[in-house]
């Protein structure tokens, strides 16, 4: 029996994971962890019976400790409460698909509690990637990636462990607003750019498909997760979302992984891993799918992958701060505070105003998104 962990267990990522344990009846849930969508996790509790579950927000826990009164379940709250379910439960693997910079710690408590990470917070190897891997050598410990187009690198890369990589591939969709030009994005609304083609997703990872935000993050994981240089990696665009990634070996063979746009398949392979297990759902149809068709992103329209790839390249604390301006940015977007452009405008006003710090701790690290987040207030704060 598999016991696993699950951290952000009501977003799009943890409820997903969860149709995979019910899929499977070998897999048992040990630890469940939200924000603050009280309701949702009663609910998953009462289903999967764990024995430790964590509401971030401090007043969200408290009823939910009176909700489950009734259970054998110990309820946490905050920071102390995510690292103590990552790290103290009976898992021997933790989803981490909490959305931000609020999995690096919980992360790496786990790491150093010799738990395996399937990996769904990008933030934490955007961020604090430099710690993150060499961590995981010294604790001796897997990390998974979930990512689709990072289990799809992951998978193009076994058996190929002696040989270097020349490139990879990493595929987008190019969101609701391939093709557009700066100008039509001008008025984008919040449900205009909720609407994406292909993926079922959370708001956050959405808005960031929608903008490339999202890639030029992925970029910047796949980075660390496979020991290449930023300038290793090409975005291409393939809007049927049917290859996941693609790598490229010294000698020119090209290794791409293909399949439905289903997150429930780099899920399970992640939890089974070497394993394949029978997944059910659609199964690509080449007769009906006939073409599919690549094109380079638009950095100039896109601009958040742009400035992706220019914090990528200078590292050191850069990256964290294209994350959290853009986690800034995103949230207030979704208010309807700013304009669908002011996401990007944000995330380039604090890159130029950041004074980078080389090889940071994680407190440099946390200090560097605390200082993003007042710089954007002290200019934007009226929005």
């Keep these: 029996m598999k016991k696993i962990a699950i951290l952000g267990s009501t977003g799009?990522?943890?409820?997903?994971?969860?149709?995979?344990?019910?899929?499977?009846?070998?897999?048992?849930?040990?630890?469940?962890?939200a924000g603050s969508n009280i309701r949702l996790l009663e609910g998953q509790i009462r289903k999967f019976h764990p024995d430790i579950a964590c509401v971030y927000d401090e007043e969200r826990a408290r009823e939910l400790k009176i909700a489950v009164a009734d259970l054998p379940v110990k309820i946490t709250s905050g920071m102390d409460g995510l690292i103590e379910t990552a790290a103290g439960s009976e898992a021997e693997v933790v989803v981490t698909a909490v959305v931000g910079m609020i999995g690096i710690r919980p992360t790496i408590a786990a790491m150093k509690a010799g738990k395996d990470i399937a990996l769904a917070n990008k933030e934490t190897l955007v961020t604090a990637g430099h710690l993150i891997m060499p961590l995981a050598e010294k604790c001796g410990v897997r990390i998974l990636p979930v990512d689709s187009e990072h289990s799809a690198i992951f998978q193009c890369q076994k058996g190929e462990a002696h040989n270097r990589i020349q490139r990879i591939l990493l595929t987008a969709?190019?969101?609701?607003?391939?093709?557009?030009?700066?100008?039509?994005?001008?008025?984008?609304?919040?449900?205009?750019a909720l609407k994406h083609p292909n993926w079922s997703m959370g708001k956050k990872v959405t808005i960031d498909s929608s903008t490339m935000v999202n890639k030029g993050l992925e970029v910047m994981e796949a980075r660390w997760l496979f020991d290449v240089a930023i300038d290793q990696i090409e975005v291409v665009i393939q809007p049927q979302s049917v290859i996941h990634s693609m790598v490229e070996f010294e000698d020119g063979a090209m290794i791409a992984q293909l399949g439905t746009p289903d997150m429930k398949l780099p899920i399970?392979?992640?939890?089974?891993?070497?394993?394949?297990?029978?997944?059910?759902g659609d199964r690509l149809d080449f007769a009906k799918l006939r073409t599919i068709t690549f094109e380079a992103p638009d950095l100039n329209t896109f601009h958040g992958l742009k400035l992706a790839l220019r914090a990528g390249k200078r590292g050191g604390t850069l990256p964290t701060v294209f994350n959290a301006a853009n986690e800034y940015a995103v949230a207030r977007f979704l208010d309807g505070r700013i304009s669908y452009l002011t996401i990007t405008d944000m995330i380039e006003m604090a890159m130029d105003h950041?004074?980078?710090s080389d090889d940071p701790t994680v407190e440099q690290i946390l200090d560097a998104e605390r200082e993003t987040y007042e710089l954007i207030e002290s200019r934007w704060g009226d929005c």
């Design 354 to 356: 950041h004074v980078v």
């Design 12 to 33: 799009s990522i943890g409820t997903q994971t969860l149709t995979v344990v019910e899929n499977n009846r070998d897999i048992q849930v040990t630890a469940l962890a």
């Design 173 to 192: 969709s190019g969101g609701p607003f391939r093709g557009f030009t700066r100008e039509q994005l001008a008025g984008i609304r919040p449900e205009d």
């Design 268 to 280: 399970q392979y992640a939890l089974y891993y070497p394993e394949r297990r029978f997944l059910p």
